[in-house]
């Protein structure tokens, strides 16, 4: 396999972004991928999305993005894995370059969530249809479930959830693309509204538009288009059964796990030499189960972690120093390759105020339902 | 719903069957065609006890459309004693009421709704197996009784 580098990104605002459309978002995207690292052409792209069809009644991604970003007749395919598109997107393209099938590859995600579709039942339908949304089920409803389970296991509390979110925030004020770049306190956390016992309003990721993009090509390529590239060092997938009620322990998510292990074997590094990390915090326990799965964080140890600060920008090891889903938004489709784009800076320095000093390796965990897919990402600087 | 979607879940639904692995006994429901455990193809069917206990809970405050209605209600994972898993509204009950541990039974209910000229949709829902007091006690038994002579 060849080493793989990207070598450029580009990313919308995340938020209600009423004056975009699913095509605008992802060319603007798209195009500052390209005009950064000055191409005019691609041998390939791909696009995460998890269901234009039913947000905006759109398929076939592929032809009609590389119509819109002026690449007609370049091979272009949409991936979906759920909330887990952008990275299996990111996955896909780094595959097809290592192979040595294409040079120059798009890996972008986007998602239209605010032109009208029923959110709740579109996002139920990464769950399973027959067994759980058929009861009642929602998203966090499931997550509720798991962090009840957390709860149990490990006694972790709705303070412990709280910090999470606060943390995030914390971070998300920093990041002039965040769909809510302000403070919160764990009091606000506390008193808003009841979503799923016990989750609340504000332990929630909101609804959310946006695009985001990065270039790939073979390392020795890098430099025709930048002198500060960032190696892809690991990529791993993993999944886990769909149905909560066939997990083999609902605070635990293997699938994380599993990726995890893979993606840092395959990079040769362990969980001790990340320096800065995304990790998937659609709700605020998943961040908790998240880091650790992944050993960021002892198992029972995760839900001490934003609050002592460990996770916290100037912390041991600064998590989600994007503002997370939380804060910055999670647009489905789009997230795994914004996590993507947030290391991509980090590991350049050009993450301004939220720079990581120092950082030479980022992970980034993206997961698609209950945790039933996940996709891990390990990215080295140059 | 497409009504051929729904007749093809009744035995599941109704019935509650699920499949029980020849090989490593492992218990799936709904029925699946590979055991989950060890792949085996090895399957028979079974019927599961209309009963179990509660593994964790939530209460749903922001349903889907289809269950407007019903919210604040409690959500659970329900164990059986043949070790399934199924995903139940717990009813009868304080939502609120509703604990990891908690005895159930499970009964034929009414599930949703599809719009108004739609398929009534059943399926079953968790009970508290020993009811807070003598009045819902008496009050189960009557319905029960009322249902059984209509």
């Known amino acids: 396999m060849r080493e793989v580098a990207i070598v450029a990104a580009g990313m919308t605002r995340f938020g209600e972004l009423w004056d975009a459309s699913l095509r605008d978002l992802f060319v603007e995207a798209a195009q500052q991928a390209l005009t950064t690292a000055g191409v005019d052409r691609l041998d390939a792209m791909y696009v995460g999305n998890m269901s234009a069809g039913q947000f905006v009644g759109q398929e076939h991604l592929g032809p009609l993005m590389a119509d819109h970003l002026g690449m007609g007749g370049v091979p272009a395919v949409r991936v979906e894995s759920a909330c887990a598109s952008g990275g299996v997107a990111l996955r896909t393209a780094f595959m097809e370059v290592a192979c040595g099938g294409s040079d120059l590859v798009l890996a972008a995600g986007v998602e239209k969530m605010t032109d009208g579709a029923d959110v709740t039942e579109v996002l139920a339908t990464a769950s399973d249809q027959e067994t759980e949304v058929y009861q009642g089920a929602t998203f966090p409803g499931l997550y509720a479930l798991i962090a009840r389970a957390h709860m149990a296991a490990h006694g972790t509390t709705e303070e412990d959830l709280a910090w999470v979110s606060v943390k995030n925030h914390g971070h998300g004020v920093l990041n002039e693309n965040a769909q809510f770049p302000r403070e919160l306190t764990v009091d606000q956390v506390l008193s808003s509204a009841l979503v799923s016992e016990p989750l609340r309003l504000l332990n929630c990721s909101p609804v959310s538009d946006g695009a985001a993009a990065v270039l790939l090509c073979p390392l020795d390529q890098a430099s025709q288009y930048t002198d500060r590239p960032v190696v892809i060092r690991g990529t791993a997938m993993a999944t886990d059964s769909m149905a909560l009620t066939d997990r083999r322990d609902m605070a635990f998510l293997d699938a994380v796990a599993a990726a995890g292990a893979r993606a840092y074997q395959m990079a040769g590094i362990g969980p001790e030499q990340v320096d800065v990390a995304e990790v998937h915090d659609c709700f605020s326990i998943a961040e908790i189960c998240c880091i650790e799965a992944l050993g960021l964080a002892p198992l029972g140890e995760g839900r001490h972690c934003a609050r002592t600060g460990e996770t916290a920008l100037g912390g041991r090891l600064p998590v989600n120093t994007s503002g997370g889903l939380k804060s910055k938004g999670h647009p489905v489709g789009a997230t795994g390759v914004a996590q993507a784009v947030e290391l991509f800076e980090q590991l350049t320095g050009g993450a301004g105020e939220r720079q990581v000093a120092d950082a030479e390796f980022g992970l980034a965990q993206n997961m698609g339902g209950t945790g039933a897919s996940s996709v891990v990402h390990i990215l080295q600087a140059t | 719903m497409p009504s051929p979607r729904y007749w093809r879940e009744i035995p599941s639904r109704y019935r509650l069957e699920a499949t029980r692995c020849g090989d490593c006994g492992r218990v799936s429901y709904p029925p699946r065609r590979i055991c989950f455990a060890c792949r085996s193809t090895a399957a028979e069917t079974i019927e599961l006890s209309h009963e179990g206990r509660v593994v964790a809970s939530t209460v749903v405050h922001v349903p889907p459309d289809a269950f407007l209605m019903e919210a604040p209600y409690a959500l659970a994972i329900v164990e059986t004693p043949e070790g399934a898993r199924m ?62 002579h209509a």
């Open chain 2, 87 to 148: 995903m139940v509204q717990v009813a009868d009950c304080d939502p609120a009421s509703v604990e990891a541990g908690m005895s159930v039974a499970l009964e034929f209910r009414l599930i949703r709704k599809e719009g108004k000229g739609g398929i009534l949709c059943y399926g079953h829902k968790a009970v508290p197996a020993y009811p807070l007091g003598g009045e819902a006690e008496a009050a189960r038994r009557a319905r029960e009784e009322e249902v059984a």
